[in-house]
């Protein structure tokens, strides 16, 4: 498992590679401090993880450096940033980044979206960020959670969901937990409520 940590920073990337080391123990922690040097690690290795920072120094625009790294990159990408930029946030995503993390996060928020993250859901900025801007979260939903979706609104239960899935209880509730926060529902009820007034089932309901 090859973890790319890519910040000019020296002193944050330390901070993170402890954190790193300690939630992922079997990965290894590749470090850049540009964009340059991102470029020559995402064709060295194969990455299940990509933390990038915006403002790293590089040769172009960092929209045009993330753009060079998202067609090559098959991991998960997401940026960690200094910036709450709404705009830097929908530009992120909208190349296919599956997570944005602010740096002044506390650290108990910090473990929880990189688990988010490795568990092949999305994380997002507190949704403060968000609500003034004509962006569509419920884009952002994964195909897994778009079934699990339905699966809510047919009424089943997280273990009855983990068994048609194959995946743990755990991972259902985080896929759960994110799935609210994209479309900023606070219980099963208004998520199918809002899936459905979106179209985001799968199919008809049983």
Not at 12 to 29: C, D, H, S
Not at 34 to 59: F, R
Not at 113 to 132: R, S
Not at 185 to 203: D, P, Q, S
Request: net charge negative; charged share 15%; with cysteine.
């Amino acid at each position: 498992m090859n973890i790319l940590l890519a910040d000019d920073h020296a002193l944050f990337r330390e901070g993170m590679a402890l954190l790193l080391n300690q939630l992922f123990p079997q990965a290894m922690i590749i470090h850049a401090n540009s964009w340059v040097e991102v470029h020559q690690v995402i064709h060295q290795y194969t990455l299940s993880l990509a933390l990038l920072d915006l403002s790293m120094p590089g040769q172009q625009a960092w929209e045009e450096e993330l753009t060079d790294v998202m067609s090559v990159v098959t991991g998960v990408a997401c940026i960690v940033s200094g910036s709450s930029s709404q705009e830097h946030i929908k530009t992120a995503f909208g190349m296919g980044v599956k997570g944005y993390i602010p740096k002044t996060m506390a650290m108990a928020d910090m473990v929880s979206a990189l688990q988010c993250l490795m568990a092949g859901g999305i994380y997002l900025p507190d949704k403060v960020w968000l609500q003034t801007t004509d962006f569509d979260t419920s884009s952002l939903l994964t195909w897994r959670q778009r079934e699990l979706l339905t699966f809510l609104a047919q009424g089943k239960s997280n273990k009855q969901m983990a068994t048609l899935l194959t995946l743990t209880e755990g991972t259902v509730k985080r896929h759960l937990h994110n799935i609210f926060r994209i479309l900023d529902a606070n219980n099963r009820l208004e998520a199918v409520n809002i899936a459905r007034e979106r179209n985001l089932l799968l199919k008809p309901e049983a």
